[in-house]
């Protein structure tokens, strides 16, 4: 599984511009805190990158593990934890192929990771993984854009532009295609850099992102040991609709 994940870390290779983009974004995090507030037994974040739930939990004194395969995000994790002067347990690990020597109540992860699971394969690799990391009545938590048909129905290109914290300006052209066939989005970005209305760096980066319809994902669940016991439809809790941008799945495994 790992080769497909390499292939799909282009938007990853700068984990500073990661933490600016996603760094104030915080009703996932608020959502695992209510949750997992009073656990003692170790909690497990998969795909935690760098730390951006992981780290506020372990302040707050809850037990935790990050998993993650991409060794710059997880540098950058592993340099805040130090910071903050937390302890949390890293590991550099493929959440398909998870070999921890403990169990978890509770494992998540969230930031729309599940769509990096692009096989049917993957994603049963997955839910194997965590079936075997979690305690009797564990239960797993994560989300997943949702597919609006009417959204990826054609192609699209678009271009958007923004000044960086180097008081640069930041150009970037996206082009995105929708496969029906594997259900898998997939999305080109070129970035021109300018300074002084100078070019000074360009560069081009992809990623692909599978989606799943509500019901194949809880016959999926079903087939893989788990009980569906919440779909929201954001991490606020919403009524999941046809509409709703996200599908958050919080599941246990079943008795």
Same mark, same amino acid.
């Given at each position: 599984m790992k080769e497909i994940f390499e292939n799909n870390f282009d938007k990853y290779e700068n984990p500073e511009k990661y933490d600016e983009m996603y760094?104030?974004?915080h009703e996932d995090l608020l959502y695992m805190m209510e949750y997992a507030n009073?656990? %003692?037994q170790r909690v497990i974040e998969l795909a935690c990158g760098t730390g951006r739930l992981t780290i506020p939990m372990a302040k707050s004194g809850i037990n935790m593990v990050g998993i993650d395969l991409h060794d710059g995000m997880l540098s950058r994790a592993k340099q805040k934890a130090? %910071?903050?002067? /937390?302890k949390i347990v890293f590991e550099q690990q493929d959440c398909t192929q998870l070999e921890l020597p403990y169990k978890s109540p509770l494992i998540f992860m969230t930031g729309n990771s599940f769509q990096h699971f692009l096989t049917n394969e993957s994603q049963d690799s997955l839910f194997q993984s965590v079936k075997k990391h979690l305690l009797p009545n564990g239960q797993f938590i994560f989300d997943t854009r949702n597919l609006i048909l009417a959204e990826l129905s054609m192609d699209e290109e678009y271009e958007e532009s923004y000044i960086n914290k180097d008081k640069q300006i /930041? *150009?970037? *052209?996206?082009y995105e295609k929708y496969n029906h066939e594997n259900q898998i989005l997939y999305c080109v970005t070129h970035t021109d850099i300018l300074e002084n209305k100078q070019l000074i760096h360009t560069k081009r980066d992809s990623i692909s992102l599978r989606y799943v319809f509500p019901m194949e994902l809880q016959r999926l669940l079903?087939? @893989?040991?788990?009980? @569906?016991?919440? @779909?929201y439809g954001s991490w606020k809790k919403d009524d999941f609709t046809k509409d709703s941008i996200s599908m958050v799945v919080h599941c246990r495994l079943k008795q």
């Open positions: 760094g104030n974004y009073g656990m %003692e130090a %910071e903050e002067h /937390v /930041v *150009k970037e *052209k996206h079903d087939i @893989l040991g788990f009980e @569906l016991l919440h @779909l």
